[in-house]
């Protein structure tokens, strides 16, 4: 089993669509997480946290549920803007030290 | 302000030859981080460093190395590279364990 657990998608949705991807994470002692934004061709940027109370930016809302080992990300009104690939990112500590593994990531295409 | 800098952003290899990707950052961040990203498999970590000096192996370590001399510099090197090594490299640092990832632009490697 994988650490970091996504849905693959691609997700089509039309402009103004709401749409929900969620993230597992294997190890229960986990300790923060977050969502970045991976442009084509460009590196990963940070999207925003994820708070256990949950954490809500503009159209964007991430929520923690730590009995189920998973985290959500809800885009509200989406914008053709919002076409991008979105990782789930979880850090816990391990033997050597502190490890910060991504998911594989959820394509998202909005369309017009 | 430079961020994280990798070096060089594009290189092709043939197969048995060596180099060595250098990420710098000017963050002063403790922790550094080597990841691939290959088509449907995410990013990958493959070493990553948590302090000047420290080093420790990730999800895919074999047919790598690292060094972290310096506290803002963090190598990695292939010692005989294999057409299995092709991919997009990225770096990225941190400052303390669960605060925001910070990437470099990545560096695309060709291994024929």
């Known amino acids: 089993r994988k650490e970091v657990e996504q849905d693959p998608g691609p997700f089509n949705v039309p402009e103004g669509a709401t749409v929900a991807f969620n993230c597992t994470y294997s190890n229960s002692a986990s300790q923060s997480f977050f969502w970045y934004r991976q442009d084509c061709r460009k590196e990963p940027k940070l999207l925003m946290s994820v708070y256990s109370s949950g954490n809500e930016d503009g159209r964007f809302t991430a929520q923690l549920n730590r009995a189920s080992q998973y985290i959500s990300l809800l885009i509200r009104d989406s914008k053709l803007s919002d076409s991008a690939t979105y990782l789930c990112v979880v850090n816990y500590w391990d033997t050597g030290g502190f490890k910060t593994i991504f998911g594989a990531g959820t394509r998202l295409f909005v369309k017009a | 302000n430079a961020g994280v800098t990798q070096t060089p952003k594009f290189r092709v290899l043939k197969t048995g030859q060596s180099m060595t990707l250098l990420c710098a950052q000017d963050?002063?961040?403790?922790?550094m981080y080597w990841y691939r990203q290959d088509p449907g498999m995410g990013l990958r970590l493959i070493h990553y460093s948590v302090g000047e000096g420290t080093t420790a192996k990730g999800e895919v370590p074999d047919g790598y190395n690292v060094s972290r001399l310096k506290k803002q510099n963090f190598l990695l090197g292939l010692e005989s590279a294999a057409p299995s090594q092709t991919s997009v490299y990225f770096c990225?640092?941190?400052?303390?364990?669960?605060?925001?990832?910070?990437f470099g632009q990545g560096t695309r490697l060709t291994v024929v």
């Open positions: 990225a640092s941190k400052e303390s364990v669960n605060t925001e990832a910070f």
């Open positions: 963050m002063n961040h403790e922790y």
